[in-house]
């Protein structure tokens, strides 16, 4: 009698073609937008190669760089992101591990008692037997049709877009970081400032004050200047809140508590400046620079995938499945002196009726790479918009900064100079007031234009893709779990 293994062996060997290339449902192939090819303040000049490696740097603040380096270290978005990408990992090893076959042992171990019988007079004792079992039972999924391979191609790509996300959690990080930083320079220069001018304006009033008791002034002009002063400290809580707010910002995007760098940035520093323009490249650039965008191109590409593995339940489910079994009447004897039992042979599952669920699944998946194809391209046409918005916001403001810087340059003299003819009469009080109140204000105007240059440069950064250059390890879980193995259950925690 021909042994039954040998036509499954055929089966297997003729099967082995259409494992290795069979698949169902549509190939990824990677979209072409067609972006143009310069930005519009680049229409008459060269196109600079990009270089956005750790471009805070050109910030000129070293604390900023440092605090920049914390929050990567220890920011909870990123420790999320960094979990998602372990999950995506192990979700991938999960689809590779459907592609071999399963191996399972089994094994029993009985004590039986036969009751005792009497049959034509002859009495038969009960006998007691002990009675061994082991073996074990495989099965291997053949894929013709690909559905497996289909979803390992899939994770795969959950697999980049997992990696994507961090990176696009991490250019998000550090421009917060940076931006709410300048902020808080911006305030405290700003809380500075309306000190100083409110103190000389209390001299203007003293001075006031002085000038009314020698009847050269009236009391409408003493009540206007310690007015005007008060005016001006009434922006002090405001700005002092901004600023605190700021603070707390950092600290929480450093993982910590709000309070925790208050001590840390208590010293007041210069608003960072960028020293160098920065290179913007081409519009494709984004294309690859952008983790946004690359995580919306590899999630169309997963769910392309996932055509393919749903169009496979339409076709026939073939599987190899085999048992070994052996029995013995001593645990000793398995294997050597004792029963041995096998089979082996291929199973098909064939779907015949169904109501149309199969079918359905498919144009579900395939609706849902059309939904991640229009993702896709709005992450494009969002990146690019974000760039051409940063460029125009960062010209803008260095021409308007320009302006301010000229603004308060003559205030300032228009100031010193009423001051100092009012004092010997030669000009109304209501000069000085003027002046005062529009030096205060153009300052300040000043100040804040400053942080809109430093913020400015920091979202077209940001819209061009920078984010951090160094190793992000992502293969420490955030909590480690002890005593896992089998242990008494404990009761759970009181509610």
């Known amino acids: 009698m021909p042994s039954p293994v040998k036509p499954v062996l055929l089966a297997l060997c003729l099967s082995t073609p259409l494992l290795a290339g069979c698949a169902v449902g549509p190939d990824y192939i990677k979209p072409d937008f067609g972006t143009p090819a310069r930005w ?100 291997w999924e053949l894929d013709l049709f690909g559905a497996n391979r289909r979803a390992v191609e899939a994770a795969g790509y959950g ?110 520093l210069p608003i960072p400046s960028p020293r160098l323009p920065l290179p913007k490249g081409i519009p494709a650039d984004v294309m690859t620079m952008r983790p946004d965008v690359r995580k919306a191109e590899r999630q169309l590409a997963q769910f392309t995938a996932k055509i393919g593995q749903a169009a496979a339940a339409l076709y026939p489910d073939v599987s190899l499945t085999g048992t070994v079994s052996t029995t013995a009447l001593k645990l000793g004897d398995l294997g050597r002196s004792s029963t041995i039992g096998w089979s082996i042979g291929p199973s098909v599952s064939l779907p015949i009726f169904n109501g149309g669920k199969l079918q359905a699944a498919v144009e579900i998946a395939e609706a849902q790479r059309d939904e991640y194809h229009v993702a896709w391209r709005n992450a494009v046409l969002s990146a690019l918009e974000d760039v051409e918005n940063a460029i125009v916001n960062l010209g803008q403001e260095r021409l308007r900064i320009r302006s301010l810087t000229e603004s308060a340059r003559r205030y300032g003299d228009a100031a010193r100079l009423s001051r100092a003819l009012y004092q010997t009469g030669s000009s109304t009080f209501l000069d000085v007031l003027d002046a005062e109140r529009s030096q205060f204000t153009a300052e300040d105007s000043l100040l804040a234009s400053r942080a809109n240059v430093a913020k400015n440069y920091v979202a077209l950064a940001k819209a061009l893709g920078g984010g951090w250059t160094g190793p992000i390890d992502s293969t420490v879980p955030e909590v480690v779990d002890s005593g896992t193995g089998p242990h008494l259950a404990q009761a759970a925690a009181p509610r």
């Open 40 to 139: 519009s303040s680049d229409r008459n000049q060269p196109a600079q190669a990009l270089k956005l490696a750790q471009w805070w740097r050109n910030l000129g603040d070293s604390l900023l760089d440092q605090l920049i380096s914390d929050a990567v270290a220890g920011n909870l978005d990123v420790a999320a992101a960094k979990a998602r990408i372990r999950e995506a990992r192990a979700t991938q090893r999960q689809a590779v591990g459907a592609l071999f076959p399963t191996v399972s042992g089994t094994g029993s171990a009985t004590e039986t008692r036969s009751a005792g019988t009497a049959t034509t007079g002859i009495a038969i004792a009960p006998t007691t037997y002990s009675q061994f079992q082991a073996g074990f039972d495989s099965s």
């Open 159 to 268: 697999v980049d877009a997992a990696e994507d996300d961090l990176r696009a959690t991490l250019l998000t990080l550090i421009g917060d970081v940076a931006s709410n930083y300048i902020d808080a320079r911006a305030y405290q220069a700003r809380v500075a400032l309306a000190r100083r001018t409110a103190a000389s304006q209390r001299e203007t009033a003293a001075l006031t004050e002085r000038k009314q008791n020698a009847g050269s002034a009236s009391a409408v002009d003493t009540a206007k200047a310690s007015a005007l002063a008060a005016s001006t400290e009434a922006t002090i809580p405001t700005y002092e809140s901004s600023y605190q707010q700021a603070v707390h910002r950092l600290g929480v995007l450093l993982g910590r508590d709000p309070s925790a760098l208050s001590q840390r940035l208590s010293r007041p």
